[in-house]
């Protein structure tokens, strides 16, 4: 069965400061990966999905991500954060056999120091 | 405009009085599916659809029941509701099955206090 791990519960980074959120995943076969946001009392917004090809994945709101196979990683980063990023992170892999299931991590609460 | 209506917002109830949470899609999307959000879980599966009158148990089924009687719509029941339930619920579609460009679109999430 697919899973994934957010490591970090909260990361709190300094406003223009460089962010990276960790992930990573555990799926049998190639992993549809996706990021989202959710800000304080809102709901899911898409940050940027992977399905194949290019490995380095550019989202909204200046947020890219990696795919990387061998160490079963999609890390999110921004180089410059805003105060407006703070909000939670969802990692999350879509199992295909298993109902187009998204399978999620426990989301990361950033947190950004002005 | 492409979106995913949930209704009610908000809900406050007490144990034991059923309630239904309707959930609409404009897409004309086969798949759909109910997850609840806690604290330090993340999003869960409690039910999905591949298409009308197909349902199927995810990943925390209990407590709850679906029906999809039609392709827009996907109401998630709570025949008895209890304490535990107490959650925020997200309905979502997806655009198709197997291997393409497949996006879950979230609705805006109903939160739910049960006494």
């Known amino acids: 069965a697919q899973s994934v791990t957010q490591p970090d519960i909260h990361i709190t980074v300094s406003e223009g400061a460089s962010l990276e959120l960790r992930c990573n995943y555990s799926y049998g076969a190639t992993p549809y990966l996706f990021w989202y946001v959710q800000s304080p009392g809102q709901g899911l917004q898409l940050l940027l999905k992977y399905f194949s090809g290019d490995t380095l994945v550019q989202g909204i709101k200046g947020f890219e991500a990696e795919f990387k196979r061998s160490q079963s990683s999609f890390n999110l980063r921004k180089p410059s954060v805003h105060w407006s990023d703070a909000a939670e992170y969802f990692c999350?892999?879509?199992?295909?056999?298993?109902?187009?299931?998204?399978?999620f991590g426990a989301g990361t609460i950033l947190r950004v120091k002005s | 405009e492409a979106q995913v209506t949930q209704n009610p917002r908000y809900l406050i109830t007490v144990t034991g009085k059923k309630l239904t949470v309707t959930c609409s899609q404009n897409?004309?999307?086969?798949?759909m599916s109910w997850y609840r959000q806690d604290p330090g879980l993340g999003l869960r599966q409690i039910y999905y659809?591949?298409?009308?009158?197909?349902?199927d148990k995810g990943d925390v089924p209990e407590g709850y029941k679906v029906s999809r009687k039609e392709k827009r719509n996907f109401p998630l029941i709570l025949e008895s509701p209890s304490p535990n339930q107490t959650s925020l619920y997200f309905c979502?579609?997806?655009?198709?099955?197997?291997?393409?460009?497949?996006?879950?679109?979230f609705g805006p999430g109903t939160r739910l206090l049960v006494l």
């Open positions: 659809s591949m298409n009308v009158e197909v349902t």
């Open positions: 999350a892999v879509l199992g295909m056999e298993y109902g187009n299931k998204l399978v």
């Open positions: 897409m004309n999307h086969e798949y």
């Open positions: 979502a579609s997806i655009s198709s099955q197997g291997a393409g460009q497949e996006t879950q679109y």
